[in-house]
């Protein structure tokens, strides 16, 4: 037997070092004394081949490629200034330790230099229950003073070369989550971010390669990576002269040399990888399952259905107006009301973006009652009640910038440069005294309101100038990570004292849809934009690496406040409907025949929402293909309910519209199908019709391209929610 495989303890055999997931193994060659290799990553082999697995030839590359010694051509992972300069590193290997780590084993293969006492853990945590291969390093030494770390990323992979093509996120501000898709060609991908705080808005630092030519959803071989780390990233893709793509993702060390001190640790961010035959959909499955078993914060909890006040009032809070959105949301069958920007301010009113960021009291000149009137209301209409907060910023105009004007990040001795409004200016979190601050801001709430349900936490600048009255002149390269750092350990802070507090990481909207921030928050804005069809394009490149049940989906107003576009409201619940289903809306400005649907896709969508919230995703046809139409559909482990969502995105008369069929049902079982928010005149063909899932995926339901409503009624859109029940 392969004691590699799956024994614990410290290995000191030449075998191979087996690192497996229920279907995929990643195989190393730990030889002591030796550079430490990576073998393999793909399917789960069987004993029989891992033996011979030498045989067949392979990468056999660096698993961890370091500077200067034997290597200084290619791409590196890490690379130094040793105290002496010295620039080189000679890892070899001298200890494989292999244990259980909860749901997962742990194995740790641990390097040191060949002449300098610097020292490397490599780390891989596979978990048994998900093809989830978390992967990072843990770097110290001995020297005598403080080495430099230059280069220092989470992990390293070789991608073979043939007809590899890398799909992506790109964007901006209310245009997130972009799907970029392109074949890799000889030269340097680089996917970054320098935004100092908010990281998704532009790229984002999780990635796929189809190893099988063109990207499938439900066909072919897929590798998957997520960075998880919630500031500046880079993830580099070399293709030079060799057999292999090689992939490095890790913090960005631009302007972030880090110098490590005699006995520290520097722990690396988590790259979680993954691996599945089953095209791309099958690798979001993999991200899926593993987020909300052991990463996302309350991954196993039904989210709420909110209303937020921001489209609704923006900063024009008051309390007779919180009151109406509160009973208008229940009425709709709703659970939470958010309470979003103007609420707080006393010597600075935050009448619109300019001020009072860091003045965390109550303005009872709109709220006379304060934030226990409104809680008292909220109960009044049996609605939780939630809050927003952007606690890691400050504006000029402000009391807390008045008595601490050293608290925040800017270049030493230069005028502070401001963000939104003119006056923004983001907090030092390096600094444990803001951290002590900003942990304060929700522990304040939070005590003298402890019914307060939700908060939505906001970031709304990035860092614009370089540098910390806190940090020592020698280390302010490390403000980005320094940030970082601090705000985790707020973070920590929050969840060991409020573990149930449901909170949302938004950021100028998307700016915050990281595996690194959410281990501690419930969910993410998905983008600013509520805009119902330009979010279809949003959430399909969101869903590739992050669930439903974290993609904060709201119902926005009409006209759309972002494109100006009129969409109905069947469309607009329809494409919310797909994700953690919300409000952003002011109700009393709709009629009452679109509070009722609304009222009714509320009911439905409980009905739906642990299929949504907790299903498997199978996305069918992409938007991006420009066929027309996109379509997806959520079905349950068990394979017994499936919701199915069908949205025409272009419509032309006499267009041909492709069938679209179905997936991850179960061949055998008949599933009853039922329309859900109908709006037509007369049911469907095939409503209440019992198919075999067999059939459903092979040939899938006609959709009519339009909808059998009164001629007044007609309009350019068309969409489909159907719900499928599989029957005894
Ligand atoms: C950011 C958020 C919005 C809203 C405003 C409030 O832009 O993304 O959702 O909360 O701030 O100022």
């Known amino acids: 037997m392969l004691a590699g495989a799956l024994a614990f303890g410290l290995h000191v055999s030449a075998e191979p070092v087996v690192v497996s997931t229920p279907r995929t193994s990643l195989v190393l060659d730990a030889t002591e004394g030796q550079e430490l290799k990576q073998l393999y990553f793909g399917d789960r082999l069987s004993d029989a081949d891992l033996a011979v697995l030498g045989a067949a030839g392979g990468a056999a590359r660096a698993a961890y490629p370091v500077y200067g010694s034997h290597f200084c051509q290619g791409e590196t992972a890490l690379a130094v200034a040793h105290t002496d300069g010295n620039l080189s590193l000679d890892l070899a290997v001298t200890g494989v330790d292999v244990k259980a780590d909860g749901d997962a084993t742990l194995t740790t293969v641990s390097l040191k230099d060949k002449v300098y006492p610097l020292y490397v853990d490599v780390c891989y945590k596979a978990y048994n229950g998900v093809d989830i291969i978390e992967t990072w390093t843990e770097i110290n030494h001995d020297e005598r003073g403080t080495v430099t770390l230059n280069q220092f990323a989470s992990g390293y992979l070789p991608i073979r070369r043939g007809t590899v093509w890398l799909s992506s996120l790109y964007g901006a501000w209310a245009n997130e989550a972009q799907v970029l898709q392109e074949p890799l060609e000889p030269g340097m991908k680089v996917i970054k971010n320098k935004d100092g705080l908010r990281n998704s808005h532009t790229a984002h630092a999780e990635v796929m390669f189809s190893l099988d030519g063109r990207p499938q959803e439900n066909a072919g071989a897929v590798i998957g990576a997520a960075l998880c780390y919630s500031g500046n990233f880079k993830l580099r893709i070399d293709t030079d002269e060799s057999d292999y793509h090689h992939f490095f993702a890790g913090i960005n060390e631009e302007n972030s040399a880090y110098r490590l001190r005699r006995g520290e640790t520097f722990r690396t961010p988590v790259l979680a990888l993954t691996y599945s035959n089953e095209g791309l959909s099958g690798a979001s499955r993999n991200f899926h399952k593993w987020g909300r078993k052991y990463r996302l914060m309350h991954g196993d909890r039904e989210r709420m259905i909110l209303l937020n006040s921001w489209e609704g009032v923006y900063f024009n809070i008051e309390q007779e107006g919180m009151d109406q959105m509160m009973q208008d949301i229940a009425s709709m069958g709703g659970e939470l009301f958010v309470m979003d920007d103007g609420w707080f301010g006393a010597k600075y009113q935050r009448n619109t973006d300019n001020a009072a960021l860091g003045d965390w009291t109550v303005d009872t000149r709109k709220l006379p009652e304060g934030i226990g009137g409104l809680l008292r209301d909220a109960k009044k209409h049996g609605v939780k009640f939630g809050i927003w907060i952007e606690p890691e910023a400050t504006n000029t105009l402000s009391e807390l910038y008045e008595k601490h004007p050293d608290w925040i990040i800017n270049a030493p001795g230069r005028e502070p440069v401001t963000g939104r409004g003119g006056t923004q200016l983001m907090l030092d979190l390096g600094n444990p005294e803001v951290q002590d601050f ?279 859109y068309a969409s489909r929610v159907l719900c499928l029940e599989a029957m005894e």
């Open 438 to 716: 900003v942990f304060g801001i929700v522990d304040d709430l939070m005590t003298e309101y402890p019914d307060i349900a939700y908060i939505k936490w906001d970031a709304n600048m990035g860092i614009q100038s370089h540098g910390s009255a806190y940090l020592t002149k020698d280390n302010q390269s490390h403000l980005y990570i320094d940030y970082h750092r601090g705000f985790e350990q707020v973070c920590r802070r929050i969840r060991a004292k409020y573990p149930d507090l449901v909170i949302q990481a938004c950021a100028s909207g998307g700016g915050r849809a990281n595996w690194g921030v959410l281990p501690y928050f419930d969910e993410f804005w998905v983008s600013d934009n509520t805009d119902a069809l330009q979010r279809i394009y949003m959430q399909w490149g969101t869903s590739y690496f992050f669930p439903a049940i974290a993609m904060a989906s709201h119902i926005g107003s009409n006209p759309n406040h972002q494109t100006f576009r009129d969409i109905p409201i069947k469309y607009r619940i329809d494409v919310a409907m797909s994700g953690r289903l919300g409000m952003e809306i002011q109700p009393k400005n709709m009629t009452d025949e679109e509070k009722a649907l609304c009222r009714k896709a509320i009911a439905e969508y409980k009905q739906i929402r642990p299929v949504v919230q907790f299903g498997d995703l199978y996305r069918l046809v992409s938007p991006y293909d420009k066929l027309g139409v996109a379509s997806l559909m959520y079905v349950t482990e068990a394979k017994d309910r499936a919701v199915f969502y069908w949205w025409k995105t272009e419509t032309f008369v006499n267009q041909h519209l492709p069938r679209v069929k179905m997936a991850g049902l179960d061949p055998a079982k008949r599933y009853r199908v039922r329309e859900l928010n109908r709006i037509d005149n007369k049911p469907l063909p095939f409503e209440g019709q019992a198919f075999t899932g067999a059939f459903l995926m092979a040939n899938g339901l006609e959709i009519p391209y339009t909808h059998d409503v009164d001629y007044h009624k007609l309009n350019s």
